[in-house]
């Protein structure tokens, strides 16, 4: 006698799986519809008239589409007595964020290689107190620090502003490297040394092209750090070399009569784009460089 009941067992196991994943995707799709729905109020409010703002639903797609805003928050809107808009902050942090990057995963990099290649007394005591600088708060080093610049002449300016990333960074991105090159095996080191290759000559020619996925993760990290502070920008800047943050904080909470918030919105997301599009194009070689050298061998 056939056994029909194993066929139908295995029919209701199979749509209580289909049943299963379409809630988890409508699920995730509630949430992923949540978390971008400030990003879509802002985008439609910058492209609105404040007419329509005063006498439209926050949530609705603009009746006309308008750029003004746009061109207001990059090169008219005022962030104190000037109107120069965002445009000269922007290229600030750009000045600011691209040689401190460059400097921080430099220094790591070669931190990294030091700690964990070239062992020496105190290496774990070095890179013990490099990482507990990880964890100091950024209100710990303000007074410090300005000292600090102020006795080196940068005070105010954004090789000054440079330094403070590059510094600041250093426990990061040493951390970064070192985590890495661990799992490097050192026999490639002695082989090398062998061969007659001094320190540089095997960091240079052996660790740093292998070092891609790791660079990648530290360049995303820095930029995203040194792009998006606020503390630091506002503390050792001044007029005329404050970052875009700093910009766009005196754009917000300066008015002079009716408040913009088309503009107001279009300069947010103008600030927040670079680190956006970082993302966007390198997010899978950011996980991918997270997990590279997780497993020794």
Known sequence: MTDLSMPRTRAQGT?????????????????????????????????KSLEEIRTGSLIALPRDVTLEAWKTAWSGACTGIQCEGLRPYFWNSVLIAVPAVILS????????????QWRFRGANIIFSLMLFGC?????VVLLPMARLLGLMGLAGTIPGLIFVHVIYGLGFTTLFFRNY???????LTKAARVDGAGFFRIFWSIF???SLPIIVVTV???????????????????????????????????????KEYN????????AGLPTL?????????????????????
Do not use: C, H
Not at 135 to 139: R, Y
Not at 181 to 187: D, H, L, N
Not at 277 to 297: D, H, N, P, Q, W
């Open 15 to 47: 749509a209580g799986k289909t049943a299963l994943r379409w809630l988890l995707y409508v699920l995730l799709g509630l949430f992923a519809l949540y978390y971008l729905m400030p990003l879509f109020v802002m985008v439609t409010t910058s492209l």
């Open 105 to 116: 995963t430099l220094l790591g990099a070669l931190n990294g290689y030091v700690v964990a």
């Open 135 to 139: 964890f100091i708060p950024f209100q």
């Open 181 to 187: 090159y661990v799992t490097i095996p050192a026999e």
């Open 208 to 210: 740093l092209p292998l």
């Open 220 to 258: 995303i990290w820095q930029f995203t750090q040194i792009w998006n502070d606020f503390l630091f920008g506002v503390s050792f800047s001044q007029a005329g070399t404050q970052p875009v943050t700093v910009a766009l904080n005196n754009i917000v909470n300066s008015t002079t009569g009716v």
């Open 263 to 270: 503009v107001d919105m279009a300069a947010a997301i103008i």
């Open 277 to 297: 599009l970082v993302y966007v194009v390198a997010g899978k070689y950011f996980i991918r460089g997270l997990t590279a050298g997780s497993v020794k061998g």
